[in-house]
């Protein structure tokens, strides 16, 4: 999980912080001390881990924080607002420009992403800014490079325009005339990648750039390269005046080395972030939500997002009429699990929730479980799954056998949904109306 080492630590840093009621100058720069430490060992930048820790010492040693009632409590908030501070204060969006169609230039080493990013923020401008995109294909070295664009345009809905093997900024340029001819909004380019920075690449993305004038210059980075990727995007930058950064790979990079340091090192913001490998798991990069994750808050506004991307209105009021009604079934039962699933693991949610590693060794979370779960309600008939009183022994046992699980498996899976009924049975009952004829408020937002 992303930031999982520097997490625990900074974590750990603070309990100690938290312990005492007073804290001392020398306490508060062994503190720091610790956190340089943990900085460096996720593979910040030298540079960037030393100013961080001066701007922090100067803040927490002051008369206000070391002679305030919780001490430990004002130093979080000092290093929260630094981290903030330090990967770009807030959310800076797409520019899109003035000019139809709108370009975006992506650019990246080979092996960074690149390529399934383009697809990814290809589908994300698609869904979430309602404008109509074509991708033009101008990595022409990479073997299968066109084919691997067309397989990820396909598959987020968007075309692809190739010319083969030829001049990449003869494609950019026709790639932009047919985005005129059919009336898109953007054009997003996917360049060469190299396995290192090379003048020859550089040369061709000048060339590009100077040709198309594009209103985004996108940099993606691997995050999983932590102190190579800052070199990387220092280096583009210099070439290419990029815009912004799109951080790949985020959800496995347990250091958050690049994350931390990209902001800093290049003065151009961190956009988007890979968050897996589904062509729809792209997130708009925000400093604040990240700086809570970081240090173990948790980030309920994205969880919040998720749960409304997962859940349209029309479903949601359609479940609470079923909840009112008391007929919710075992097909409802088998949409919450995928819905859930949307949203990412349950690793993902509970750390979003604020649960951190030490807590969650605690719980079991069986994915694996759900699957199960999933198999056992697709093995019974759509009568069985609406009307579960039906499903006598022989019936459990038939399930069973068809989904490959145990009869013991199914009896847990009756009772869990039980459970879930009864509850809601309980929420609903608020929404009765009282013999004085006034209906009582419902709790969890329902209507």
Excluded: W
């Excluded at 080979?110 to 383009?118: A, L």
């Excluded at 990240?290 to 173990?296: D, H, P, V, Y």
């Excluded at 609406?386 to 989904?403: D, F, V």
């Amino acid at each position: 999980m992303a930031f999982e080492g520097i997490t625990s630590k900074l974590q750990s840093i603070f309990a100690k912080l938290g312990s005492k009621g007073k804290l001392t100058e020398n306490e508060v720069k062994e503190s720091m001390r610790e956190i340089r430490l943990a900085l460096l060992e996720a593979d910040v930048n030298y540079i960037v881990v030393k100013d961080f820790v001066k701007s922090v010492s100067e803040r927490a040693v002051g008369a206000g924080v070391l002679e305030s009632l919780t001490p430990g409590q004002q130093v979080i908030k000092i290093v929260h607002e630094e981290l903030i501070k330090l990967m770009g204060v807030s959310n800076v969006k797409l520019e899109f420009g003035s000019k139809k169609p709108a370009i975006i230039l992506m650019a990246g080493l080979q092996g960074s992403g690149k390529t399934t990013m383009t697809g990814k923020l290809a589908g994300y401008i698609t869904k979430y800014h309602n404008k109509s995109v074509l991708l033009a294909a101008c990595d022409v070295y990479r073997p299968a490079a066109i084919k691997q664009l067309q397989v990820v345009g396909e598959k987020v809905g968007v075309p692809v325009f190739e010319q083969g093997q030829s001049d990449p900024v003869k494609i950019a340029l026709s790639a932009v005339e047919e985005a005129r001819r059919t009336f898109k909004d953007v054009v997003i380019v996917d360049t060469a990648g190299r396995l290192h920075i090379d003048d020859n690449l550089m040369d061709e993305m000048e060339r590009i750039k100077a040709a198309l004038d594009p209103s985004e210059i996108l940099l993606v980075v691997d995050a999983m390269t932590g102190q190579d990727a800052v070199n990387v995007a220092k280096s583009f930058n210099e070439r290419l005046e990029i815009t912004g950064v799109v951080m790949s790979k985020l959800d496995g990079d347990t250091r958050g080395g690049a994350a931390l340091s990209v902001r800093q090192v290049t003065n151009k913001p961190i956009k988007f972030s890979g968050t897996g490998e589904k062509l729809t798991d792209i997130e708009p990069f925000h400093p604040d939500r990240m700086a809570s994750r970081i240090l173990g808050m948790g980030d309920v506004l994205t969880l919040i997002e998720k749960a409304q991307e997962a859940y349209t209105e029309k479903q949601a009021r359609e479940l609470e009429q079923k909840i009112m009604n008391d007929e919710f079934t075992l097909e409802d039962f088998l949409e919450q699990f995928s819905q859930i699933k949307n949203m990412g693991s349950y690793e993902e949610i509970f750390a979003m929730l604020g649960v951190n590693q030490a807590q969650m060794r605690g719980m079991e979370i069986d994915e694996k479980q759900i699957a199960r779960n999933e198999a056992i309600i697709l093995s019974m008939t759509p009568a069985e799954r609406r009307k579960p009183s039906l499903l006598n022994a022989s019936r459990r046992r038939r399930i069973a056998a068809g989904s490959g699980t145990s009869v013991q498996d199914v009896n847990a899976l009756l009772k869990q949904y039980e459970k879930s009924r009864e509850m809601m049975r309980m929420v609903s009952g608020f929404g009765k109306k009282k013999k004085g004829g006034k209906r009582m408020k419902l709790p969890f937002g329902f209507k």
